[in-house]
């Protein structure tokens, strides 16, 4: 790290500003004004030039100008052109936008509808602990690796058939099986039997699962009747769809050899049926998420693979080198190499545009499903490369068996084994976490300690997010909004407080962002001030801070505020909530309820205790 620059000199006779002086005050700390603004990002309805997605204005890059905006989180500003999302059929566009009673009670139960239809099924430790207790929204919550997997085209002998096996039974044989499975009994039988049909129609999976049968059927044993759907990346490197249902059968293709060789990437590997284990989908074969979201990508839509190119890279003979790295995801590599990478890509699809299907905001529980698949395969496939060019972070290798020994004098180097060496840049490794933990702790050094602790979250009620949510929306429905929405606003209090000095002038800043169980994120930042502006005495910490309600009569939007989301809910016996989130020990892990307090109380080596004065006001919660 840097050394921060040394500060600019203080006079030390240079009067520092008087308390009652308001108008030199930062405004922050100046007395409340009805008529300061509440803050709100616009309408979400600036559009990228290059990909027409909608944003905020302050969504843009730093560096365009509100005349010409340029956008990055969507497109790149223009480097990813991926084809339009297809359109869903019709039938299930209706359940997902319909407001009837059938297509509402499908969409609370879309994640079981889509299991029951898809090929693959998904293999992830889910913890359901989070939605026990009833409150509050619906949470998709995994642990561990996450993966995909397809079994044999035939169920075993007495074994009822499952995943794509049911694709190649008749109509009503599957319906049956599908709607006799333990998981699906609270489901609609006449909207399963619209999606089978709809699916068998337009989802070239379907005509692929039966060609492959058609294939195995007569196979000589050393082929041990198995097929391989292959996707050959290179032919196709702008034209991200499935050939049509009747071109099945140039992706099903026979692998030749006794099966020994190592599985391809590339390649789905399904056997007829020999009792095989269930078979992994690369996450970077295209056919991964159409194969498990068949609700999603109905028609078959490819996914993210290797090779696809940035727009404005031109096409030509793939590199030899290109085929060594496995994975380019690494942000360096894929710099030089110009291929999109399975981030940008999930990036560009959940963004809503102009012109282009809506259905993927429109599934819920199913989009969460989703976001949760990429973030772990993008992370997983980061790992991946990380595995396998350990060479190239040899500087890192040394010094990482050096902080395992410092870790744990006691271990064996013997029983390190093949240790991977997460790099410091890996976001969220412990050497990371160590690395940003020291630079905090040399900046308070340097800084003589920290003045203030700020925790923000999201409101799922923002403005910003009901206005844009779509009909019959609640907000837990659209993660996608919620960190958006949370994204710009802490951007432009960072930019209040720091650039613009409302609370006074601020030297340093350290904040970590964190999602709640709930799935909100906030954010908790540690403010330094300049000596200027430091809060000395009890007035100055006074015009800053505020423990108590504001005024009722003259403030009543900041008393409406205060009152729903920053009063700690009463807990404990003594308030008929004992099972309150705080409660550890049966004692309130915040100390809640406060002593009142005259007066604010500064100590030079402790927190500034508030002032909380005995009103004789009471204000009911909730
Ligand atoms: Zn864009
Ligand atoms: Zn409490």
Same mark, same amino acid.
């Given at each position: 790290?840097?050394?921060?620059?040394?500060?600019?000199?203080?006079?030390?006779?240079?009067?520092?500003?008087?308390?009652?002086?308001?108008?030199?005050?930062?405004?922050?700390?100046?007395?409340?004004?009805?008529?300061?603004?509440?803050?709100?990002? %616009?309408?979400?309805?600036?559009?990228?030039?290059?990909?027409?997605?909608? /944003?905020?204005?302050?969504?843009?890059?730093?560096?365009?100008?509100?005349?010409?905006?340029?956008?990055?989180?969507?497109?790149?500003?223009?480097?990813?052109?991926?084809?339009?999302?297809?359109?869903?059929?019709?039938?299930?566009?209706?359940?997902?936008?319909?407001?009837?009673?059938?297509?509402? @009670?499908?969409?609370?139960?879309?994640?079981?509808?889509?299991?029951?239809?898809?090929?693959?099924?998904?293999?992830?430790?889910?913890?359901?602990?989070?939605?026990?207790?009833?409150?509050?929204?619906?949470?998709?919550?995994?642990?561990?690796?996450?993966? /995909?997997?397809?079994?044999?085209? =035939?169920?075993?002998?007495?074994?009822?058939?499952?995943?794509?096996?049911?694709?190649?039974?008749?109509?009503?044989?599957?319906?049956?099986?599908?709607?006799?499975?333990? *998981?699906?009994? $609270?489901?609609?039988?006449?909207?399963?039997?619209?999606?089978?049909?709809?699916?068998?129609?337009?989802?070239?999976?379907?005509?692929?699962?039966?060609?492959?049968?058609?294939?195995?059927?007569?196979?000589?044993?050393?082929?041990?009747?198995?097929?391989? =759907?292959?996707?050959?990346?290179?032919? +196709?490197?702008?034209?991200?769809?499935?050939?049509? *249902?009747?071109?099945?059968?140039?992706? *099903?293709?026979?692998?030749?050899? +006794?099966? $020994?060789?190592?599985?391809?990437?590339?390649?789905?590997?399904?056997?007829?049926?020999?009792?095989?284990?269930?078979?992994?989908?690369?996450?970077?074969?295209?056919?991964?998420?159409?194969?498990?979201?068949?609700?999603?990508?109905?028609?078959?839509?490819?996914?993210?693979?290797?090779?696809?190119? /940035?727009?404005?890279?031109?096409?030509?003979?793939?590199?030899?080198?290109?085929?060594?790295?496995?994975?380019?995801?690494?942000?360096?590599?894929?710099?030089?190499? @110009?291929?999109?990478?399975?981030?940008?890509?999930?990036?560009?699809?959940?963004?809503?545009?102009?012109?282009?299907?809506?259905?993927?905001?429109?599934?819920?529980?199913?989009?969460?499903?989703?976001?949760?698949?990429?973030?772990?395969?993008?992370?997983?496939?980061?790992?991946?490369?990380?595995?396998?060019?350990?060479? @190239?972070?040899?500087?890192?290798?040394?010094?990482?068996?050096?902080?395992?020994?410092?870790?744990?004098?006691?271990?064996?180097?013997?029983?390190?084994?093949?240790?991977?060496?997460?790099?410091?840049?890996?976001? %969220?490794?412990?050497?990371?976490?160590?690395?940003?933990?020291?630079?905090?702790?040399?900046?308070?050094?340097?800084?003589?300690? *920290?003045?203030?602790?700020?925790?923000?979250?999201?409101?799922?009620?923002?403005?910003?997010?009901?206005?844009?949510?779509?009909?019959?929306?609640?907000?837990?429905?659209?993660?996608?909004?919620?960190?958006?929405?949370?994204?710009?606003?802490?951007?432009?209090?960072?930019?209040?407080?720091? @650039?613009?000095?409302?609370?006074?002038?601020?030297?340093?800043?350290?904040?970590?962002?964190?999602?709640?169980?709930?799935?909100?994120?906030?954010?908790?930042?540690?403010?330094?001030?300049?000596?200027?502006?430091?809060?000395?005495?009890?007035?100055?910490?006074?015009?800053?801070?505020?423990?108590?309600?504001? $005024?009722?009569?003259?403030?009543?939007?900041?008393?409406?505020?205060?009152?729903?989301?920053?009063?700690?809910?009463?807990?404990?016996? $003594? /308030?008929?909530?004992?099972?309150?989130?705080?409660?550890?020990?049966?004692?309130?892990?915040?100390?809640?309820?406060?002593?009142?307090?005259?007066?604010?109380?500064?100590?030079?080596?402790?927190?500034?205790?508030?002032?909380?004065?005995?009103?004789?006001?009471?204000?009911?919660?909730?």
């Amino acid at each position: 790290m840097q050394p921060p620059a040394p500060l600019p000199p203080v006079q030390p006779n240079e009067p520092p500003p008087l308390p009652n002086n308001t108008h030199a005050l930062p405004q922050a700390r100046q007395p409340f004004n009805k008529n300061w603004p509440v803050h709100y990002l %616009g309408k979400m309805d600036v559009i990228c030039r290059s990909c027409g997605a909608f /944003h905020w204005m302050s969504e843009r890059l730093v560096n365009s100008s509100n005349r010409n905006p340029l956008f990055g989180m969507c497109c790149t500003s223009g480097k990813i052109k991926l084809p339009k999302l297809a359109d869903p059929p019709g039938e299930i566009l209706n359940l997902l936008s319909g407001q009837d009673h059938i297509a509402k @009670k499908f969409r609370e139960n879309i994640r079981k509808y889509n299991n029951a239809l898809a090929m693959t099924s998904l293999g992830c430790k889910v913890d359901d602990s989070v939605n026990h207790n009833g409150a509050g929204p619906w949470v998709f919550k995994v642990h561990g690796q996450l993966s /995909h997997k397809a079994g044999s085209l =035939l169920p075993n002998e007495g074994q009822t058939p499952l995943y794509s096996q049911l694709y190649i039974y008749d109509g009503s044989e599957a319906l049956n099986y599908r709607m006799s499975h333990a *998981a699906n009994h $609270d489901l609609d039988r006449g909207t399963m039997q619209t999606l089978q049909d709809t699916l068998h129609n337009h989802h070239p999976g379907v005509a692929m699962y039966k060609q492959a049968l058609e294939l195995t059927a007569n196979m000589p044993p050393e082929h041990q009747c198995k097929i391989a =759907l292959r996707f050959d990346e290179r032919t +196709d490197r702008r034209r991200y769809n499935l050939p049509a *249902a009747s071109a099945a059968n140039e992706i *099903a293709v026979i692998i030749p050899g +006794d099966g $020994d060789q190592p599985q391809d990437c590339r390649d789905i590997v399904l056997y007829r049926r020999h009792g095989e284990p269930l078979q992994y989908i690369s996450e970077m074969h295209p056919m991964y998420l159409p194969f498990h979201y068949v609700l999603l990508f109905p028609t078959g839509q490819l996914g993210w693979h290797r090779k696809m190119l /940035h727009a404005d890279v031109p096409e030509g003979p793939a590199q030899a080198a290109d085929d060594e790295n496995p994975v380019n995801n690494n942000e360096e590599v894929s710099r030089k190499r @110009k291929y999109v990478t399975q981030m940008e890509w999930f990036c560009y699809r959940l963004f809503p545009r102009v012109d282009e299907s809506l259905h993927l905001f429109m599934s819920g529980k199913l989009l969460q499903e989703f976001i949760v698949d990429a973030w772990a395969i993008t992370e997983q496939s980061r790992l991946t490369w990380i595995k396998f060019n350990q060479s @190239k972070l040899r500087i890192y290798h040394r010094q990482g068996i050096a902080d395992a020994l410092a870790a744990d004098p006691t271990v064996d180097t013997a029983d390190l084994g093949h240790r991977i060496i997460l790099p410091s840049s890996f976001s %969220g490794s412990t050497r990371n976490m160590i690395q940003h933990c020291q630079d905090a702790l040399a900046i308070n050094r340097y800084y003589h300690g *920290a003045d203030l602790f700020l925790t923000a979250t999201a409101n799922p009620n923002w403005k910003e997010i009901k206005e844009n949510l779509l009909p019959g929306q609640k907000s837990s429905d659209r993660p996608d909004l919620i960190v958006r929405v949370f994204h710009a606003k802490m951007k432009e209090m960072i930019s209040d407080i720091h @650039k613009n000095g409302i609370m006074g002038r601020t030297v340093a800043r350290v904040w970590t962002i964190e999602f709640q169980k709930r799935g909100l994120p906030h954010m908790h930042m540690i403010i330094f001030f300049h000596p200027d502006s430091k809060l000395r005495t009890p007035e100055e910490v006074d015009s800053l801070l505020s423990a108590e309600f504001p $005024d009722e009569e003259t403030q009543p939007e900041l008393f409406e505020l205060v009152k729903s989301v920053m009063v700690h809910t009463p807990c404990g016996n $003594d /308030h008929n909530n004992p099972n309150a989130p705080c409660i550890v020990d049966e004692k309130c892990s915040k100390n809640f309820p406060k002593q009142f307090q005259d007066q604010t109380v500064v100590t030079t080596d402790s927190y500034a205790r508030l002032r909380r004065r005995d009103t004789g006001k009471k204000v009911k919660i909730g």
